[in-house]
């Protein structure tokens, strides 16, 4: 039985990684080095739903895919680090609170590592392995206002999600 649960937590990976692919790809507002995305509702809906390791790993590897497959694969290490820190950070936060409300607190502090991780992450890797310093710090308003939006967003779709299908709960990992 453990075999059959483990598979599907592998198969929970894949899709949300999907997810979170299709999540990059959709939306793109273009910016001065890239483009401003919806990737952080996928990333933090998945790490308020199914736990740290789902969320690092999903988030990683789907917003590194997504740059690969858009052409803008120097990005691609750079997301894989930011985005699989913010779901891991962000679902360690709020840790797995099975048929419990999430602390007002926990959420806002979630939010806030989310916002931190992405713009101060980008700001610190791009300016040093891609742009420079000056015009790294030009993008870091417009990641502030992805991954807030992204983590209101994220939160909303999971309680949402959890509402109507609590044993969802039991997919975290």
Not at 38 to 59: K, N, Q, R
Not at 96 to 111: D, E, H, N, S, T
Request: proline share 4%; net charge positive; aromatic share 10%.
């Amino acid at each position: 039985m453990e075999d059959k649960k483990n598979a599907l937590k592998i198969a929970v990976v894949a899709v949300l990684t999907a997810v979170v692919v299709v999540f990059t790809m959709i939306v793109r507002i273009p910016t001065a080095k890239g483009y401003l995305n919806l990737c952080d509702v996928a990333i933090c809906f998945t790490a308020f739903t199914f736990g740290p390791w789902t969320a690092f790993i999903a988030a990683g590897l789907g917003t590194a895919l997504a740059d690969l497959i858009s052409g803008y694969a120097q990005w691609a290490p750079i997301s894989f680090v930011v985005h699989g820190l913010e779901g891991l950070l962000v679902a360690l936060i709020v840790g797995q609170q099975a048929g419990r409300v999430i602390p007002f607190f926990k959420k806002v502090l979630a939010g806030l590592v989310c916002m931190a991780t992405v713009s101060i992450g980008y700001f610190l890797l791009s300016a040093i392995f891609i742009s420079g310093f000056s015009v790294a710090a030009a993008e870091i308003p417009g990641n502030l206002i992805q991954s807030g939006v992204g983590a209101v967003l994220g939160l909303a779709v999971s309680y949402a999600v959890q509402r109507a299908y609590p044993p969802v709960r039991g997919l975290a990992w």
